[in-house]
C-alpha cells in the first residue's frame, strides 16, 4: 500500500530555531511535493522534487530516494512560519498521496 | 493573475440536498483535481481530470460527480449530501500532463451537511 508518515505532527519551537520537518514513505516515487496551510485554510506549493535537494529563501527541501525519506528545514524560524506543512508523493499513478501534516508554531 | 478560483466558500446543506462546487483555472494547466480535507486526516483525492474531457476517480469518489466542462473549468457535484460529507473541499490544478507538476490550489470551500 502507499503509504506517506511525516514527523513530528506537532512542532513548538523559539524564534530563529532551526526547523526539520521529515516525511517518510513506503514504495518508490516519481516526485514529493511540500505544501504549506496557513491558519486561514489556503495552501500553497513550497517544491516539488525528485532528487536532491532544493532551496527558496529560509526554506530548503532535501530528498533521498534509497531511504525514501525528504526533510523540510526552515532556517532562521519566524512567527509567520507558523503553519502546517504537508508531504505529498506521487506514486507514479498520477495521483498524490498526502501526509497528515506537521503543525508548526514558532514562539516569539 | 486569479490562479485556481472556486465558489462558495461556504455553503450550507440539509441532508439530501444537491449542489455544486465550482473551480476554474487561468492558467493553461492541463491537470485538475477535487480533493477533501477532513480533522485528523491527509487530503484525500475524489476525482481528477488529467486533460479536458477525461476524469477519473479517486480514492474517495463516492456520493460525487464532477464535469471537466473545458479545460479551464472543473465542477465538483453532490447529488444527494450526507452528513459524512462535510468536510473542507479544495481544487487544484497542475501544468504537466501525465504526471503531477506543481500544484495551484483554490482557496477552499466549507461545506457543512446537517
Known amino acids: 500500500k502507499n503509504e506517506v508518515e511525516q514527523s513530528p505532527q506537532n512542532l513548538t519551537a523559539q524564534e530563529g530555531e532551526f526547523i526539520t520537518i521529515n516525511c517518510s514513505y513506503s514504495?518508490?516515487?516519481?516526485?514529493l511535493h511540500w505544501l504549506q496551510q496557513h491558519p486561514g485554510g489556503g495552501i500553497v506549493s513550497l517544491f516539488m522534487?525528485?532528487?536532491g535537494k532544493k532551496k527558496h529563501g529560509r526554506l530548503i527541501a532535501t530528498i533521498n530516494i534509497q531511504e525514501k525519506h525528504s526533510s523540510l528545514h526552515i532556517t532562521a524560524s519566524h512567527p509567520r512560519d507558523s503553519a502546517v506543512y504537508i508531504c505529498?508523493?506521487?506514486?507514479?499513478?498520477?495521483?498524490?498521496?498526502f501526509g497528515t501534516g506537521t503543525r508548526l508554531t514558532i514562539i516569539p | 493573475n486569479a490562479g485556481v478560483t472556486q465558489t462558495p466558500k461556504f455553503q450550507v446543506l440539509k441532508t439530501g440536498q444537491s449542489m455544486t462546487l465550482q473551480c476554474a483555472q487561468d492558467?493553461?494547466?492541463?491537470?485538475m483535481y477535487w480533493y477533501r480535507q477532513d480533522p485528523g486526516m491527509g487530503l484525500r483525492l475524489i476525482y481528477y481530470?488529467?486533460?479536458?474531457?477525461?476524469?477519473d476517480k479517486g480514492e474517495v469518489p463516492n456520493g460525487y460527480n464532477v464535469s471537466r466542462l473545458n479545460k479551464r473549468e472543473f465542477s465538483l457535484r453532490l447529488e444527494s449530501a450526507a452528513p459524512s460529507q462535510t468536510s473542507v473541499y479544495f481544487c487544484?490544478?497542475?501544468?504537466?500532463?501525465?504526471?503531477?507538476?506543481?500544484?495551484?490550489f483554490g482557496e477552499g470551500s466549507r461545506l457543512t451537511v446537517l
Open positions: 487544484a490544478s497542475s501544468g504537466r500532463y501525465k504526471n503531477t507538476g506543481e500544484l495551484f
Open positions: 514504495v518508490g516515487i516519481s516526485a
Open positions: 522534487l525528485s532528487s
Open positions: 505529498a508523493v506521487d506514486f507514479g499513478n498520477e495521483k498524490l498521496t
Open positions: 492558467m493553461n494547466h492541463n491537470s
Open positions: 481530470s488529467a486533460s479536458e474531457g477525461t476524469t
